[in-house]
């Protein structure tokens, strides 16, 4: 477990999922302060009364404000940067509100970290990033470039800056559990995209887990990716329909906006650098600069892994195995009762 032990913690977006379980995971721990940034003050009161702290502080802004997030920077250790927009029809639909956000954002989380000597940064991606086609992922896969870019001119002994990147954690916002919960609840139709599209499936626990080893362990530029099992969309349907006991029909409604039939955590380029580190791919930052001789001329003679790592490819549930690490899931246990 990461020493936190008199560390001041910022959490941007902070009233999230991400926020709410981080806290939950290192409450019991000797932290300093936990400062939770973020615009939705009706969202921090919950949350503020909810807690009911001290050591919790919150702090009113935007991470497209420069001056707000200087404002909570000041004095902080540790840094993790999970504000962004994330849904992926309503990025398409206003893409430039995504960029402000996801990338100018994040570009000013990181240069205010690194202006007020942080210690580290880990900023949270998304399987959507690699190999994007929609303007979520595309500007979540730029995030990375920004930060990766912050990091060519420090040391290791400067800002550590670093991201994660995994799939679906379940069960958070705007996961598809809920809602096919909702419609057995409500007798309606289960409505699937597509049933033989797959997903990669997180628990947040794991995903919070992902964060705090990227703190400990990441040098400069890295990227962690979460090893994780995927499903269909049509699997995860059934399990829950045989945990439920219920009879409604699954109706398929057709891709949305910029979605995929599968994801891809890492591509082969990545593997090909990265580290295996058991549960996690270290990929380190592809450290060339602008001699384009590197480019052109010299290649890379090291050979290429066979294929990238994606939902498609990586241990697939059936609907037995679903329907056991879904049983894990607080939220889904509680609807059972």
Do not use: W
């Amino acid at each position: 477990m990461l020493n936190l032990k008199n560390k001041t913690i910022l959490i941007t977006g902070g009233t999230g999922s991400f926020g709410h379980e981080l806290l939950d995971t290192i409450m019991d721990k000797d932290f300093k302060e936990v400062r939770i940034f973020s615009r939705d003050e009706l969202k921090q009161e919950h949350m503020r009364i909810q807690l009911n702290n001290p050591k919790v502080k919150f702090y009113i802004g935007d991470v497209r404000d420069r001056d707000s997030v200087d404002q909570a920077m000041t004095g902080v250790d540790l840094v993790f940067h999970a504000a962004a927009l994330k849904q992926v029809p309503s990025c398409e639909f206003f893409p430039i509100q995504a960029v402000m956000t996801n990338i100018l954002g994040s570009h000013n989380v990181v240069e205010s970290a690194v202006q007020h000597k942080i210690e580290s940064v880990v900023c949270l991606g998304t399987d959507k990033a690699v190999y994007p086609v929609n303007a979520m992922g595309m500007t979540k896969a730029l995030m990375e470039k920004v930060s990766q870019a912050a990091c060519r001119g420090l040391t290791e002994k400067d800002t550590r800056i670093s991201c994660v990147r995994y799939g679906n954690v379940m069960c958070s916002r705007g996961s598809v559990i809920p809602l096919f919960i909702k419609q057995i609840r409500e007798k309606k139709p289960i409505t699937v995209t597509d049933a033989g599209m797959t997903r990669f499936l997180l628990p947040l626990p794991d995903a919070i887990k992902l964060v705090l080893f990227a703190f400990k362990n990441a040098k400069q530029g890295d990227i962690f990716i979460k090893k994780a099992p995927a499903c269909t969309v049509g699997d995860l349907a059934a399990a829950l329909k045989e945990l439920f006991r219920s009879d409604v029909p699954v109706k398929s409604i057709g891709i949305r906006h910029g979605e995929k039939i599968y994801e891809t955590l890492a591509t082969m380029e990545e593997l090909r650098r990265a580290e295996d580190m058991g549960d996690y791919f270290r990929v380190s930052m592809d450290g060339r600069d602008l001699n384009y001789n590197k480019y052109f001329t010299e290649g890379d003679k090291k050979e290429a892994l066979l294929a990238d790592y994606t939902s498609h490819n990586t241990e697939r549930l059936n609907v037995g195995q679903v329907k056991e690490m879904l049983l894990k899931l607080p939220e889904v246990a509680a609807e059972l009762k």
